[in-house]
């Protein structure tokens, strides 16, 4: 069973998308695991809580990628790689592809240096598709902070920040367009899952 991953900024719908998506995939008869990053896992979580919302701390670029490498190596050894052994068709908000645009592109410290850690550490486990959701970041922003009226750490770096985000998502894609599939996000639930389910189906 293929390992699926959902991409874009905060706001682009991703949580929304994948459990339209498992739904439908469970009907077919596939034996779904939805999971997230950062996150997953004990550890995972409580590096999420750490990163994201402990805003006490003060987080160096370079410990930012390295935490989200920690939660995602623990990630990969206890659900990731043993929910492929079963069998299990995976759907996972955030991998590799966060890190990449989040901290080697918006934060500077560069491509080849987080997917060259990011590869040792999943032991070259990278997805079969992943699933860009696409929109504008000024829409990204409205969705995931205007109308919450709640940032986490990477979201309070304003719409600059989701602009480059953004623009480091469609540089991925330009990067390795057979497995990063970008779907515009903007348009009606029904449509956007439409194009989803094309994408996946495409591999199944």
């Given at each position: 069973m293929p390992l699926i991953t959902f991409e874009g900024a905060d706001g682009s719908g991703k949580t929304t998308h994948m459990e339209l998506l498992a739904?439908?995939?469970?009907?077919?008869?596939?034996?779904?695991?939805?999971?997230?990053?950062?996150?997953?896992?004990?550890?995972?979580?409580?590096?999420?809580?750490?990163?994201?919302?402990?805003?006490?701390?003060?987080?160096?670029?370079?410990?930012?990628?390295?935490?989200?490498?920690?939660?995602?190596?623990?990630?990969?050894?206890?659900v990731l790689k043993p929910g492929l052994l079963a069998g299990r068709l995976i759907l996972c908000d955030r991998y590799i592809d966060a890190s990449l645009v989040y901290q080697g592109i918006a934060l500077g410290l560069g491509l080849e240096l987080v997917a060259s850690i990011n590869d040792k550490i999943v032991g070259g486990l990278w997805p079969d598709v992943t699933v860009l959701l696409d929109v504008a970041p000024e829409e990204a922003f409205a969705r995931s902070i205007t109308e919450r009226q709640q940032a986490d750490r990477i979201e309070s770096r304003g719409l600059a920040y989701y602009a480059q985000v953004c623009s480091g998502y469609r540089l991925l894609a330009q990067k390795w367009p057979e497995r990063i599939r970008i779907v515009d996000a903007s348009r009606p639930i029904d449509v956007v899952q439409r194009d989803i389910l094309a994408v996946v189906n495409s591999i199944l």
């Open positions: 739904a439908e995939l469970e009907r077919q008869g596939h034996s779904v695991l939805l999971t997230r990053e950062p996150g997953g896992t004990r550890l995972g979580n409580d590096i999420r809580q750490m990163v994201l919302w402990n805003t006490e701390l003060e987080i160096s670029p370079m410990a930012e990628m390295l935490l989200m490498a920690a939660a995602r190596a623990q990630h990969v050894s206890e």
